[in-house]
């Protein structure tokens, strides 16, 4: 008899060991203490995945294979990884071993240890998920100091024959219209909104409850929103092909008060659970676009796909070429603590508020919001990035360490140094003004730079800049900004840095 192990986040439904129904083989899933634990997760992250694990099992017990499903409380379920296969492989008297690649290190670790331990056959295969291998990465840039994500991006167009006219040359005589994607939307074009998937959640959601583990957010038990079986996810690839790519790209990058989702897909989810392939996904948006050539714009399409085809496999690519160190970057030494607001979204700052108790009331903030406002915030006040990871991994339903850690301590936090982003994404109040409706109704006025009812990040961003410029100093991009910064009065800087240093010490004031 073969145990074959499949985590929670590995429901590749098109996965080879799913082509023939096996009589010797039994699978096994469980909602375990060690997945719920080992950071706080938002209540729609633990739903999301326990019912997606549960469709996934039933739809494997409908082809006639035989599962062993653990719920919460089951009897039987050791809430510990080892314990419970050490358990089955004893009571099912299983002669071999089976499991996918894991995508985060830690389980990675665990299951090769437990597997170097057994005294029966191991096999590893793949997921069978993702367009690249652990090692493409490394392979592909050499041992280079610096890593660009453009020249992977192209190399993946070529080598998957994505949107090329010949083996060099790119659909629309360029290879990145990024250009084209950072409008701010003001009302129109109308959105559709986004495909109604709401559901019936609240035996799940007692359950957790009634089994004390800690969670964050809000959920809505009776119309939970996202995509929790494969037929969903198609929906809403769908949905999104024929209402949402039409502008996607122009306004991706774009804010809004009272339009949280604007044109995004809401598909990450469907994709870090493996519901939806990544390819699978990239192709039908392309062939859509192709028969709506007229109407959409390659601008929409590119921009999409890069996401996916680039950003996607690239920092997934990284977390496997710098775990397990990766997780420990502090380059620029900070070590403040996360604000309580983080956990509230009671704070002054309109835009921190929205983008905060949008992420704990949806799981959910694309991006720029991410990026841009709370990761800005807590870049610009010096937070340690242990307490930004944590905060990232937990609040969001699609966060998985390896897509989650290099976006967080790389891009947002510049944890490590640069080698994700070439510059630290700072700014003050004024891009936020740029690509969003939040400064119009906001406490504090984004004109002002260090009175009381200054924005926030105004001085922050002079203050930051300030005290960590000896980090960039040889940093091209950087450059004019310091230039700046050398330039300012030596009064007025030190108005900004004395507002700065009180926001930080005092960050529930704000």
Known sequence: MILRLLLGDQLNYEHSWYKDTQEDVCYFMAEMRQETDYTVHHIQKVVGFFQSMRNFASWLSDKGSEIVYFELDHHDNK????????????????????????DEYRLDKQLKDFSNQLSIDTEVFDTEHFLTSRTDFSDFFGGKKQYTMEYFYRDMRKKYDIMMITTKDPEGGKWNFDQSNRKKWKGSPEIPGQRDLKKDVSDLVQLVKKENVKTIGNINVTKFDWPTSREECLLLLDYFCENLLIYFGDYQDAMHLDEKYLFHSRLSFAMNSKMLHPMEVITKVIEYWRNQKEEIDISQVEGFVRQILGWREYMRGMYWAKMPGYKNLNKLNNVHKLPGFYWTGDTKMNCMSSAIKQSLDDAYAHHIQRLMITGNYALLTMTDPDEVDQWYLGVYIDAIEWVEITNTRGMSQ???????????????????????????????KVSKKHEEDACPFNSLYWNFLD?????????????????LLHKMDKEKLSKLKERANHIIENPNEY
Do not use: H
């Open 79 to 102: 809430q510990d990884l080892v314990a419970n296969l050490e358990n089955i492989i004893k009571t099912k008297n299983i002669t071999k071993f089976e499991y996918q690649l894991p």
């Open 414 to 444: 510049f944890a490590d140094g640069g080698l994700v982003a070439t510059k630290p994404y700072v700014s003050s109040g004024s891009y936020i003004n740029k690509m969003s409706n939040y400064c119009k109704s906001c406490y504090y």
């Open 467 to 483: 005290e960590k410029q000896q980090y960039f100093k040889d940093n091209q991009r950087m450059s004019m900004m310091l230039s």
